[in-house]
């Protein structure tokens, strides 16, 4: 009996006749070298409602202070967001849309940005909010700290600007601008010390130069020709910094900074399906560190997609909310922070906040699907009859409330062009741990691609699977 295993993420090529791999709510997870298979596909966590904002507006920041409160900003709302998940709120943005916002703090004041000429701050001791009214304030999509100061770029120029050390006072001289090219700063970000000026199409680094008329100076030899073609693309966790560029050569790709080289980690595969999307420019990400894993959470709102690269694996995996009608959408979490010990994420909709769980199998409360394709399989196109598919998948853990959980196959004999109907087979009862999760008399075909799912809530985990084929003829 052939084993077909599952080495990859989504890798669906620009022809299915190459790959027509989809991994949807799956991620996979190499395990060690004595173990029965080289990765294993997970769920990945379902989503648990922990509060919702009264205006039911799109979640467009999360943000945990330097005091360890949480702030959201839903709609124009600025809340605190207590331990117990109440909602308090503290301010009131000038301008109502769904665009991102970015925070960030100094200990004692709490900045946030829009991307308009209008910046706003709290005092974190008092509540207290306000608008920033000094005339050396030019607005910014991006904030970040280093060093005492409180940086941000100006939008629509190449330059960027800072606070007085350990204060929230701006000075009108307080300012610089990207040199080595002439395109726009679009975000700028802060890692290990270091200042990243990321432009449209070019990089630069700076540094905290102690400089009496500016502190912040260039950092010889770290000029890097990718900027961003998506302002709120740009993520770092602790060790590096991912974004969605697009050069002066045009293709969208996902770079990783390794050092101060930037390294593509997106595949041929996605490139092709991003550059079908109208627009890329739209494109958000977050970052989280869960189970050892560092993912990158990619959503596309205009092309309504969510594409995920663990940063630990290097592979790529799609996550998708999945609506009444069985059609599936991009991801609910518009953004994530970290806080009172738990993942937290705001939907791109609805103002409500959600806990992200490894350990739940639904969307608050909706299905959630879980799909993965297999290689295609053939006999230098002679005719293969199939006479048994077995799923190697982790089975009898469905809990008490599912009497009788379910997975379904379906196949293409037009090597992943056209499908047939789905055939549901059970994964045993709760208890049953040695149910053997098959499919007998599968037919003949010369090129044949499987396909698992499932959307019933159950812990399971996937390993390959095991098909029974004979080979007929021409």
Known sequence: MAKIALNGGAYTARSV???????????????PEDAAAEYTHYPTPGLVTLTAAPNAAPVRGLYTATNGRLYAVVGRRVFYVDADWG???????????????????NAETLVIVDGTHVGYMLDLASQTFRVIDSEAFYGAATVDYLDSFLLFNRPGTRQFYCTLSNNTVFDPLYYAQKTSAPDNLAALLVKKRELWLIGERTTEVWYNAGGAAFPFASMPGTFIEHGT??????????????????NERGQAVVMRAVGYDPQKVSTYALEAEWDGYATVSDATAYMY??????????TFPTADKTWVYDCVENLWHQRAWMDAGGDLHRHRSNCHAFAYGQHVVGDFQNGR???????????????????????????????????????????????LL?????????????RGQSWGEPVQQTVGRTGAYLTTVQWRRLGLARDRVFELSWSQPYRTALNGAYVDVAVCGT
């Open 229 to 246: 073609c998506a302002p709120y693309s740009v993520a770092k966790d602790g060790a590096t910094v991912i974004w969605l560029t697009r």
């Open 289 to 298: 560190l869960s189970g050892g894993h560092v993912f990158y959470v990619l």
């Open 87 to 105: 909602l308090h709120q503290v301010g009131q943005l000038d301008i109502d849309a769904a665009t991102p916002v970015r925070m960030k703090d």
């Open 17 to 31: 006749i190459a790959n027509a791999q989809r991994c949807i709510n799956l991620y996979p997870e190499k395990n």
């Open 353 to 399: 906040l959600y806990r992200l769980d490894d350990n739940v199998y639904l969307d608050s409360g909706a299905s959630i699907l879980r799909l993965r394709s297999f290689p295609h399989m053939g006999s230098e196109a002679k005719r293969v009859v199939y006479n048994q598919f077995i799923a190697d998948m982790e089975v009898g853990t469905a809990g």
């Open 402 to 414: 599912l009497a009788d959980p379910k997975v379904q196959l379906r196949w293409s004999d037009t």
